[in-house]
């Protein structure tokens, strides 16, 4: 971890931006994000929580929130921050990594067939692709 002119830097953070293409020191904390989050509710850590445990180097702390799942990358946070960060890049790029790990909370195929007759064939894909790519 090294120190710069905008706060901590791990190799992490360098991979996150790298991946999601948005700054991580970018984020001011406004809080407009989680305000404007639709299912911020359900999340246990609050979208610029994760961003926040980002900026102090606690990586791990980002990567155990079940906000990273949760998002729905809808982009909402993007529409309502004043700097324009796009919030649902960064929990994209922490489940990649998390992915790349080896590390998601679902398997697609442990899922019951029940869900697949219920729910719409747009969340499946979408769930789908969050759980995998």
């Known amino acids: ?30 809080g407009k994000c989680s305000a404007g989050c639709p299912v911020a509710q359900e999340m246990g850590t609050l979208p610029h929580r994760v961003v ?12 155990e929130a079940e906000a990273v799942w949760f998002c729905t990358s809808c982009h909402t946070c993007e529409s309502r921050c004043p700097k324009g960060f796009d919030l649902s ?19 697609p195929e442990d899922l019951p067939a029940e869900l697949f007759a219920a729910a719409p064939q747009q969340a499946i894909v979408s769930c789908y692709r969050k759980y995998v790519s």
């Open 1 to 30: 971890m090294k120190l710069t002119r905008h706060g901590l830097h791990s190799e992490m953070i360098e991979k996150i931006e790298r991946i999601s293409g948005e700054e991580i020191s970018k984020c001011y904390q406004c």
């Open 52 to 63: 926040r445990h980002l900026q102090l180097g606690q990586d791990e702390r980002a990567f």
């Open 89 to 107: 890049r960064v929990m994209e790029a922490l489940r990649a990594v998390l992915l790349r790990r080896g590390e998601a909370p679902v398997r």
